[in-house]
C-alpha cells in the first residue's frame, strides 16, 4: 500500500529494498520496473506506440504498467504510469485494464477514476466489461448497482447489450430484477429484437417461471416489427408442455409453420412427448416420419422418447425394432436410451434380453450408471428371479465403481419384502441411514406396508412416526398406507387423524388416501360416512377412480340394500368412470341375496356382452342365494 505523508514525501512499507526511496522522478517510476531485457522492452513499447497510431484497436497493454498496477493496485505510482507512458485514457484502455489478472477492487477503482477523466465517458464495453468482472467475483450487490448506473447512465445500449445483462442477472438468479432492466432500458433505451425477448424468455424458463413466458410472447407480438423466431417458439412449446397446456404447445407448434419457419428436431422431439401423453400413437409416429421428410434427422434424443413412449404404450415389439434399426443406421445410442430399452424389455418380461443388452454396452462406447443397474436389479425383483443374483448385481456394480443411489436400497428393501425377508429389509434400511442417505419414502412405504400385511400394526407405526421425524413430514402414499393399516385393524379414530393431519401439514391428499379412509368406513359398516367422503373428495378436486366407486358400492351392496347399491352402480355408467369386472360381481351378488333373480340374470347378460365374467365369490353367493331361496319357498308351502 502507498501511504502519503506530506507534500510528495512518500514511503512504501511493504517492500523494504524501497523504504530509502523519498522521492521519485517520473523515469524512475518507469526504470522501477523495467524488463529483463532492454531490447525486448525498446520493441514492445515502440511496438504499443505505433499500433496504437495505426489502429488503436489492436493496442495492448505495457508490461510495465501492468506490473506496477499488480504491485501498487490503483492508486497515484498507477496513474502517474499511464502519464509517463504515454497511455491515453479511452474505452480500449478501459476494457484492457479491466482484463488484467489484478484484485476486482483494484478494477472497480481504476473504472470509477477513469469516468472522472475530462473528454471521457463511460460506454456499454466498458460498462459490460465490469459487470463481468463482478459477476466472476460474486459480488451481486454491486454487479446490480453497476447494471442500474449503466441504465441511468447516458450511454446508448445495443439490442445485444440488452441481451447480455438479461443473462448476467439471469446467471446470478435475480430475475425479477432482470425484467425490470429489460423494460426500463426497452423504455428509454433501445428497440429490442426477438434475440433479446428470447434472451428473457430463455432466463425464464430455465428458472422455471413458464407462465411469464406467454406475457412476454404476447407483449412481443404487439411490438410489430419484432417477430418470434425458431428459438422463441422452442421456449414457447417447452414452457406449455411443462404447464400442461399441450393443445396451446400444439397450436404454436402449427402457427410455427405457417410462418414460415422449420421446426428443430428439439420441438419435434418435445411433440412426441405430447402426443404419447394423449395416446396418439398414430400422430406421434406420423411426426417422426414428417421429421424426415423435412431433412430434420432425429437425433438420439428423439429416438429416445420415441421408444419410451411405445413402450409405455405397451408396442415393445415395435420400439425393439426402432431401437435395433436405428443401430443399423449408424445412430449412437447414449446411456438414457439404453437404459430406456432395458427397461421397457424388463417389464414385458424379456428379462434375458435386457440383460443381454447390458453386455452389449461396451460395445456401444455406453458406461452402465447407477440407473442401468437399478433396471436390471428391478428386473429381476419383478419376474421373481433369485434373490442371490440380485444380490450378486449388487456387488457387481459396487466392484465396477458405481455407487448405489437411494433408489438402489429402495429397490432391495421393496423386493425384500415382497419376497417375506422383512428383517434383511430393515437391516437395509438402517445401512441406508449409516452411509449418510436422506430418508426415502419408497423405502418406508414398502417396509410400513409388509408390516401392516403382517399384522404387525405397532412396528409399522413406528416405522411411520421415524420418517416423519427425519423429513419433517411424509408422502401422500406413505400416508394412505398407514391409512389403510389403521382402518383394517379397527382403528378408525387414527385413520381419521392421519388424514386430517395430512391437510393440516400442506400434504394433499390423494386418491390412494381417501380410497384408505373410506374402505376403513365401510369395512366398520360407516357406510353413509364413507359416501359423504366420496362427494369431499370430487369437491377437493381429488378425481375418484374405479376403486373410490367400488369401496362405495361394496359398502351399499352389503349395508345399504339392494335399491341404493343399484342407484350407484347406474350413476357409475353414466360418469366417466365405468364399471368393471369387480363393480359388475359386487351388484350381481347384491341382487342375487336379495333373491332378485330375474334382475341378476339380466345383469349376467350383460356381463357377457361387456366381456365382463362373474368370479368364484359371485358364483358362491348365487347359489347360496338360489338355495336360500329355495328352502324360504318349500317351508311356506308347508
Known amino acids: 500500500m502507498i501511504a502519503t505523508l506530506s507534500g510528495s514525501r512518500r514511503r512504501i512499507s511493504t517492500f523494504c529494498y524501497l523504504c530509502d526511496r523519498s522521492k521519485q522522478t517520473d523515469s524512475e517510476i518507469v526504470k522501477m520496473f523495467q524488463l529483463s531485457n532492454p531490447k525486448v522492452n525498446t520493441v514492445n ?10 489502429n488503436s484497436a489492436v493496442r495492448t497493454l505495457d508490461e510495465r504498467f501492468i506490473r506496477i498496477l499488480k504491485i501498487f493496485k490503483w492508486g497515484p505510482d498507477a496513474e502517474k504510469s499511464l502519464e509517463v507512458l504515454q497511455m491515453k485514457v479511452d474505452h480500449l484502455l478501459v476494457r484492457e485494464v479491466l482484463k488484467v489478472d489484478v484484485e476486482v477492487t483494484t478494477k472497480i477503482e481504476f473504472f470509477k477514476w477513469a469516468g472522472k477523466r475530462r473528454n471521457f465517458e463511460h460506454d456499454s464495453t466498458t460498462y459490460l466489461a465490469l459487470i463481468h468482472c463482478l459477476e466472476e467475483a460474486g459480488l451481486t450487490g454491486q454487479l446490480w448497482r453497476k447494471i442500474q448506473e449503466m441504465v441511468r447512465s447516458k450511454c446508448l445500449i445495443s439490442p445485444s447489450d440488452l441481451s447480455e445483462i438479461v443473462r448476467v442477472l439471469g446467471r446470478a438468479k435475480m430475475v425479477s430484477k432482470a425484467l425490470i432492466v429489460f423494460f426500463q432500458i426497452k423504455g428509454r433505451k433501445c428497440k429490442p429484437t426477438a434475440t433479446t425477448y428470447n434472451s428473457v424468455i430463455l432466463m425464464l424458463m430455465q428458472e422455471g417461471q413458464h407462465e411469464k413466458v406467454y406475457e412476454l410472447y404476447n407483449e412481443m407480438c404487439t411490438e410489430g416489427n419484432c417477430y418470434p423466431d425458431t428459438v422463441t417458439y422452442t421456449a414457447l412449446i417447452s414452457a406449455f408442455t411443462k404447464l400442461g397446456q399441450d393443445d396451446s404447445a400444439l397450436r404454436l407448434f402449427d402457427e410455427m409453420k405457417e410462418n414460415g419457419l422449420h421446426p428443430t428436431a428439439r420441438i419435434y422431439t418435445t411433440l412426441l412427448g405430447v402426443y404419447f401423453k394423449k395416446h396418439s400413437i398414430e400422430k406421434a409416429l406420423g411426426l417422426v416420419h414428417e421429421m424426415k ?35 443399423k443406421d449408424g445412430c449412437k445410442p447414449d446411456v438414457v436410451l439404453l437404459n430406456n430399452v432395458m427397461n421397457i424389455l424388463a417389464r414385458a418380461g ?75 429389509a430393515l437391516m437395509l434400511l438402517e445401512e441406508m441411514d449409516e452411509k449418510g442417505f436422506p430418508p426415502c ?35 401422500a402414499r406413505v400416508y394412505a398406507v398407514m391409512i389403510k393399516h389403521f382402518g383394517k385393524c379397527g382403528r378408525l379414530s387414527e ?64 349395508k345399504g340394500g339392494p335399491q341404493r347399491a343399484i342407484d350407484m352402480f ?69
Open 45 to 54: 513499447y515502440a511496438l504499443n506506440r505505433t499500433s496504437s497510431q495505426r
Open 441 to 475: 419414502p419408497a423405502a418406508y412405504c414398502s417396509l410400513i406396508n409388509t408390516l401392516g400385511k403382517a399384522k404387525r400394526y405397532e412396528a409399522a407405526n413406528e416405522l411411520f412416526q421415524e420418517l416423519k421425524e427425519n423429513c419433517g413430514s411424509s408422502s
Open 570 to 638: 347406474m350413476k357409475m355408467k353414466q360418469s366417466d368412470v365405468k364399471p368393471d369386472a369387480i363393480s359388475y360381481n359386487t351388484i350381481l351378488g347384491c341382487l342375487s341375496r336379495a333373491g332378485m333373480f330375474e334382475e341378476a340374470a339380466r345383469l349376467m347378460k350383460e356381463m357377457h356382452t361387456n366381456g365382463f365374467e362373474y368370479d368364484l365369490i359371485t358364483y358362491t353367493s348365487i347359489l347360496e342365494a338360489v338355495g336360500q331361496f329355495n328352502e324360504d319357498h318349500t317351508s311356506r308351502a308347508l
Open 495 to 558: 385413520a381419521v387423524d392421519l388424514f386430517n393431519e395430512m391437510k393440516t401439514l400442506g400434504c394433499r391428499p390423494d386418491v390412494y388416501a381417501y380410497n384408505a379412509l373410506m374402505s376403513g368406513l365401510v369395512r366398520a359398516g360407516l357406510v353413509d360416512e364413507a359416501h359423504s367422503w366420496l362427494q369431499n373428495m370430487v369437491e377437493s378436486d381429488c378425481v375418484p377412480d374405479i376403486n373410490s366407486y367400488n369401496i362405495i358400492l361394496n359398502g351399499l351392496a352389503k
Open 350 to 424: 424379456r428379462v434375458d434380453d435386457a440383460h443381454k443388452l447390458f453386455e452389449e454396452m461396451e460395445s456401444l462406447n455406453c458406461t452402465p450408471n447407477v440407473v442401468t443397474y437399478n433396471t436390471v436389479i428391478k428386473s429381476l425383483f419383478q419376474s421373481k428371479g433369485p434373490v442371490p443374483e440380485a444380490s450378486s448385481w449388487f456387488e457387481r456394480m459396487k466392484a465396477n465403481g458405481v455407487a448405489p443411489s437411494s433408489f438402489t436400497y429402495s429397490i432391495f428393501i421393496d423386493g425384500y419384502c415382497k419376497t417375506n425377508r422383512v428383517e434383511k
Open 293 to 327: 421428410e423435412k431433412g430434420c434427422p432425429p437425433t438420439v434424443y428423439t429416438y429416445t422418447e420415441l421408444i419410451k413412449g411405445l413402450g409405455r404404450a405397451g408396442r415393445t415389439e415395435e420400439a425393439y425394432s426402432i431401437f435395433l434399426n436405428i443401430l
